[in-house]
């Protein structure tokens, strides 16, 4: 069964030790709802598997807030398995095309990894929209934003590497 409304990934973050969202995770799902009310029909996808060490999925918590915020539970489906963010490219783009899904995929994410998610999703073949990152930096202090910055620039290219060489094993294994 082929569902038209529009998929938006929104991609996690780690979780704090006690299982509750960072403000990272809590601004993520509040520019996705945001975005997602003024879309019309949509299908929220949160990804991320367990955040130690309490063990919760970043997906189900991010699942959690938007029924709070009175997303109906069939527009939210969970990707709760992937560790990291390559992985949930790789296993969302799986989940979307098990239900039938070919149309473009909303990403949504933090500022500054947000061009990272983008450019994987274009790799696994999806036309991206772009969800406006929240409006206030994920991190507060100016050294920590250069830090995520800086380890998004090392993982940008190296993801992308790794992406090429996973299409690359199924496309020669005929999947």
């Keep these: 069964m082929v569902d038209h409304a529009l998929p938006v990934v929104i991609f996690g973050a780690k979780l704090k030790p006690d299982g509750t969202p960072t403000r990272t995770l809590r601004l993520r799902v509040a ?92 790799m696994m073949g999806w036309r991206v929209v772009r969800v406006p990152p929240p409006p206030v930096p994920a991190a507060r202090g100016v050294g920590r934003r250069w830090f995520w910055r800086l380890r998004e620039g090392a993982a940008l290219p190296w993801d992308a590497l790794l992406l090429a060489g996973y299409r690359l094993r199924a496309w020669r294994d005929g999947d």
Excluded: K, N
């Excluded at 598997?49 to 997303?71: I, K, N, Q, T, Y």
């Design 31 to 122: 520019a996705a709802h945001a975005f997602g009310t003024r879309q019309g029909r949509v299908m929220y996808v949160p990804t991320g598997g367990p955040s130690p060490p309490s063990g919760r999925r970043e997906a189900a918590v991010m699942a959690d807030m938007l029924h709070a915020a009175g997303v109906p539970p069939d527009s939210v489906v969970v990707e709760d398995t992937a560790p990291d963010t390559l992985a949930s490219v790789i296993r969302c783009s799986a989940l979307l095309r098990r239900r039938g899904h070919a149309g473009p995929v909303a990403v949504a994410s933090s500022a500054y990894h947000l061009p990272r998610c983008l450019l994987l999703m274009r």
